[in-house]
């Protein structure tokens, strides 16, 4: 009977793939060259000295899938239960104005895989092992270019000539005509273009030939079978038209989250409608800016963001939330107040989405000091064996577990906070106070003298009359169920609050 119920337990994880089973998850994102090295193969001072020279983050640090295999109790002591990695693969060898392709996006054989990560075999072992934990794995693919094309091979004047080196789209049709994106508020330019500048451009399928269509939607379905992903993150999802997306995310069959790097809304909003979730530029914006940016917004700021949100996207309940990733400056680079990082964080962790943190935060990376742009791509991408390694007594890593231990308890018996929308309570300059039942979250990002108090409506908390409402964070009591159900919670200073009616969680 025992073996019986594992078995269900191994065959339902293995499949469970679908967005609501996405919707009670937290990511860790990471780059695949710059988590971890394999154990019999470690070399602590690649790349690290102790900040990484220019040249040499701009080429491969020596991750890999076993690196990454020995590093997920890492992951999992942090509590996430999912894990975002660099594209498979093959990637263009040779060397550019930027480096090489060491980050995985810049494809040449889409069949292959990168072998400066591993085989085939490693990238399955990842994913039966992370299975075996319950971490799901996404799978971060391109669809809408391959690798540079370096400037210096061939004349840009002879263009299109020379895609021999890519495998499969080795024909001049495969491509759309030569031209660089100048104008990112044109669609036209932004999906019939290509990425990059004169020196070395990404040169742009053509995703309006039925023979690439056919190509892509094949290739993402075996890849996905193959190596038994959970789940697609679509790099450049904004950079093909609309209508090409809905059977590329059918053909993948698991929850597909597009990367369109836009904060407005309006722009954002309708690609949801093309794939199950997009990754959530306007929020990181608005979180950027009330959390992070030396002259801080006002809480209203976020609170109108969520609200924006809403009219625009069609389910803001899956969307992906971050505060920083690969393409962005690390939040870290622009305060190290314990007090502006938690708050973020527990509104990260709480709010309606799904939260992504990007690697290193937990350790405090916080960019090159000593360069222009220092706290920006590749600045932003160093491995994590530099610094404090894979400290498990970091703050922030911590914290971080703290959060996703409350998201575990809250998957367990309370399932529908993940499928209900916060309600704003009330929102002044600095605090925002939110009801997510059974929560009460309050995030504040200036200090403030008096002590605030809010309260959520009566019923909020019905059935808990009388119950004791506890800052899950520092364990003080912050209120008290009232007999019409209705609660008030005190706000002492600018720490943020997760109040919880006790009973349902041990402190
Ligand atoms: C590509 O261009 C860069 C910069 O111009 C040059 O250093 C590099 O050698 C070129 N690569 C090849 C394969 O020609
Ligand atoms: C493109 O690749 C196919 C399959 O490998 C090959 O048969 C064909 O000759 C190649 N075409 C060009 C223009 O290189
Ligand atoms: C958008 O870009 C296309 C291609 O470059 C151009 O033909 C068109 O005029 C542009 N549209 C606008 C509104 O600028
Ligand atoms: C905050 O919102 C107000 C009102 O909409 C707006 O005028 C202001 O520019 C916003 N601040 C930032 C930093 O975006
Ligand atoms: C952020 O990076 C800049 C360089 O871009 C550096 O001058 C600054 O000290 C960094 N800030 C923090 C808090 O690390
Ligand atoms: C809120 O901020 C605005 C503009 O920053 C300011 O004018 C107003 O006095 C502030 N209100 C309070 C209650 O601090």
Not at 241 to 258: D, L, M, N, T, Y
Not at 370 to 382: F, I, S, T
Request: net charge negative; glycine share 6%.
């Amino acid at each position: 009977m025992r073996l019986l119920s594992n078995l269900f337990l191994l065959a339902s994880i293995a499949s469970a793939s679908s967005t609501d089973q996405w919707k009670s998850r937290s990511i860790y994102q990471l780059l695949t060259d710059r988590f971890a090295q394999s154990p019999n193969n470690i070399d602590p001072s690649k790349c690290t000295s102790p900040l990484a020279p220019e040249y040499d983050i701009r080429h491969y640090c020596g991750g890999t899938y076993n690196g990454l295999i020995s590093r997920l109790d890492y992951i999992q002591d942090m509590g996430f239960d999912a894990i975002w990695i660099s594209p498979i693969t093959a990637p263009v060898e040779y060397e550019t104005v930027w480096g090489v392709g060491w980050h995985g996006y810049w494809q040449q054989d889409i069949y292959g895989v990168n072998p400066h990560f591993g085989t085939r075999q490693d990238i399955k072992d990842l994913v039966d092992e992370c299975h075996k934990r319950d971490i799901y794995v996404m799978v971060d693919i391109v669809a809408n270019h391959m690798g540079p094309y370096n400037n210096t091979v061939k004349d840009l004047a002879i263009f299109p000539t020379g895609y021999d080196w890519y495998y499969p789209f080795n024909k001049t049709e495969d491509y759309h005509n030569f031209c660089l994106i100048n104008d990112y508020t044109n669609a036209t330019e932004v999906q019939q273009c290509c990425l990059g500048g004169a020196d070395s451009w990404l040169p742009d399928l053509n995703t309006e030939n039925p023979e690439v269509v056919d190509a892509l939607n094949n290739w993402i379905h075996g890849l996905v079978e193959e190596f038994n992903f959970d789940s697609v993150r679509i790099d450049t999802f904004r950079h093909i038209r609309p209508s090409f997306w809905p059977e590329f995310v059918k053909q993948a069959g698991v929850f597909a989250i597009g990367e369109v790097a836009d904060t407005d809304a309006i722009n954002t909003g309708p690609w949801q409608d093309v794939a199950d979730s997009v990754l959530n530029f306007p929020l990181w914006d608005a979180l950027g800016k009330v959390f992070r940016d030396k002259d801080r917004a006002p809480m209203y700021n976020l609170t109108q963001q969520i609200d924006t949100n809403r009219e625009h996207f069609r389910d803001t309940l899956v969307l992906g939330n971050f505060l920083d990733n690969h393409d962005q400056p690390r939040f870290l680079n622009y305060t190290t107040d314990p007090t502006r990082i938690n708050n973020a964080l527990t509104f990260l962790m709480t709010a309606d989405g799904i939260p992504i943190l990007y690697y290193g935060t937990e350790q405090g990376f916080n960019g090159h000091p000593e360069k222009q742009y220092g706290a920006g791509d590749p600045w932003n991408r160093d491995p994590l064996w530099g610094g404090s390694g894979y400290d498990k007594t970091s703050s922030v890593y911590q914290f971080v577990s703290k959060l996703n231990k409350l998201r575990k308890m809250l998957k367990s018996n309370y399932p529908s906070f993940f499928d209900t929308l916060m309600q704003n309570i009330q929102t002044d300059n600095s605090t925002l106070t939110f009801f997510k039942n059974p929560l009460t979250i309050s995030i504040s990002n200036a200090p403030f003298e008096n002590s605030k108090s809010v309260t959520v409506p009566k019923g909020s908390y019905s059935g808990k009359e009388g119950y004791i409402l506890v800052n899950y964070l520092n364990g003080d009591h912050v209120g008290k169920v009232q007999s019409d159900g209705s609660a008030t919670i005190t706000i002492k200073d600018n720490n943020p609050v997760v109040a919880y009616p006790k009973h349902i969680c041990p402190v």
